[in-house]
């Protein structure tokens, strides 16, 4: 939980995190020591990556449920820009020799990120694209989980205490 982790163990998750992206923190540490109040509860960061955005640097949050967009800057506070995963239309990118840039549209805007590490690159477009397909499947019409669930009841793949668990659970996102 990134609201009750301690100060070590949110840098311990945030250099795992960072690890397994090829991602340094690189001037965004004073952002990720706000990324936990901007959190909500259950939401998990599965990846993060920083670069220039209207001039400032920004650090580019991904989470199960958002793209956060945090810049903390040196006089005027915290800027926080968020997008929802099922908001987001595409995720491209380009790299260089050495910088590459990503590029988050949500249908009313674009939202270019340059300067981004260019190992970076790939590795937070490919996440971004799973989790956002991840997030659209999870979103499949009840009424058709219904469908396939008696489906599998009918052929005797579940019994009918296992029939009615699951109806409960996808019942309870439509009410």
Partial sequence: NYKTASKKELENEYNRIADKQNNGQFLTKKELKYLPEILQDGEQVLGFTSGLMGGNTWLITLTNR????????M??????????????????????????????????????ITNVWKKTVTVFI???????FENSQ???NPYK????????????????????????????TIL
């Fill in 66 to 73: 958002k793209v956060i967009f945090l810049d903390k800057g």
């Fill in 126 to 132: 490919n996440k971004c694209q799973k989790a956002i």
């Fill in 75 to 112: 006089f005027f506070g915290l800027k926080q820009e968020t997008i929802p995963l099922n908001r987001i239309n595409a995720v491209s990118g380009s790299t260089g020799i050495f910088f590459g840039k990503i590029v988050i549209t949500d249908g009313a805007k674009d939202r270019e």
């Fill in 138 to 140: 999870a979103k499949e």
């Fill in 145 to 172: 989980k219904l469908e396939n669930l008696a489906s599998l009841k009918e052929k005797g793949t579940i019994n009918e205490d296992e029939f009615e668990s699951e109806k409960k659970k996808i019942l309870a």
